[in-house]
T-cell receptor, first 115, second 112 residues
Framework: GAGVSQTPSNKVTEKGKYVELRCDPI?????LYWYRQSLGQGPEFLIY????????DSGLPNDRFFAVRPEGSVSTLKIQRTERGDSAVYLC?????????????FGPGTRLTVL | KQEVTQIPAALSVPEGENLVLNCSFT??????LQWFRQDPGKGLTSLLL?????REQTSGRLNASLDKSSGRSTLYIAASQPGDSATYLC???????????FGKGTSLLVTP
C-alpha cells in the first residue's frame, strides 16, 4: 500500500517568507507526527496529532511554527517569517495509534532551505 | 529529559562481517524502541520495533535486543553486505507512547 508522502520534496525560500509543507499519512492511521532533522543529527520531535487535534505541540520551537490537520488525515506545517536557522529536513510520520505497538512510519521528508 | 546515545558514531567493516550497533537511553520508562535505517538524502525506514515488555525482535539478518532496566539496546547485523551501508538510528518513546527521541545515529559503511 501507499506509504507516507510529503510535498514538496525540496523547498528553497528567502528569509522572511512564509512556507507550507504538506504530509499525507498512511490511510487509516490516526496519529501523525512532525519532526525536524538538522545535518548530522537525529530527528527532533515537533508536534503530534491524534485525529484532528494537536495532542502535543511542545516541540515547536516558537510561535512562527504552526501545524493543522483539519480532517484528521492530511497535515500542513506552516512556518511564518522564515529564518536561515529553519533550514533542515522536515519529516512526517504516521502510526495506527496507541492501542498497539504504535510503530511509526516516515515519509521521505521535505528539505527546506532558507536563503 | 530522555537522552539517547549511539556508539559508535561511524563504523567501516568488510563485507561478510557480523556487527553490533549500540544504543543507550537515560530513562528506562519507555513504551517502545525502534531501529531505523536512513539512506543519504532519504527518509527513515523502520527496521524493528521492540515493545517495552519484549526482549528482542528479529527480521532476516537483523536482530535487536532490549534491556530496559539498564537502558540499552543492540542491533546485530549478520553477514553484512555493501547494501547495508546507511545510517542506523535508534529511537525510544516515553510512557506516553508517541514522541520518538532519537540518537544521532551510527554511519555504517560495508566495503566489498
Amino acid at each position: 500500500g501507499a506509504g507516507v508522502s510529503q510535498t514538496p520534496s525540496n523547498k528553497v525560500t528567502e528569509k522572511g517568507k512564509y512556507v507550507e509543507l504538506r504530509c499525507d499519512p498512511i490511510s487509516g492511521h490516526t496519529a501523525l507526527y512532525w519532526y525536524r532533522q538538522s545535518l548530522g543529527q537525529g530527528p527532533e520531535f515537533l508536534i503530534y496529532f491524534q485525529g484532528t487535534g494537536a495532542a502535543d505541540d511542545s516541540g515547536l520551537p516558537n510561535d512562527r511554527f504552526f501545524a493543522v490537520r483539519p480532517e484528521g488525515s492530511v497535515s500542513t506545517l506552516k512556518i511564518q517569517r522564515t529564518e536561515r536557522g529553519d533550514s533542515a529536513v522536515y519529516l512526517c510520520a504516521s502510526s495506527p495509534g496507541l492501542a498497539g505497538p504504535n510503530e511509526q512510519f516516515f515519509g521521505p521528508g521535505t528539505r527546506l532551505t532558507v536563503l | 529529559k530522555q537522552e539517547v546515545t549511539q556508539i559508535p558514531a561511524a563504523l567501516s567493516v568488510p563485507e561478510g562481517e557480523n556487527l553490533v550497533l549500540n544504543c543507550s537511553f537515560t530513562d528506562s520508562a519507555i513504551y517502545n524502541l525502534q531501529w531505523f535505517r536512513q539512506d543519504p538524502g532519504k527518509g527513515l525506514t523502520s527496521l524493528l520495533l521492540i515493545q517495552s515488555s519484549q526482549r528482542e525482535q528479529t527480521s532476516g539478518r537483523l536482530n535487536a535486543s532490549l534491556d530496559k532496566s539498564s537502558g540499552r539496546s543492540t542491533l546485530y547485523i549478520a553477514a553484512s553486505q555493501p547494501g547495508d551501508s546507511a545510517t542506523y538510528l535508534c529511537a525510544v518513546t516515553g510512557n506516553s507512547g508517541y514522541a520518538l527521541n532519537f540518537g544521532k545515529g551510527t554511519s555504517l559503511l560495508v566495503t566489498p
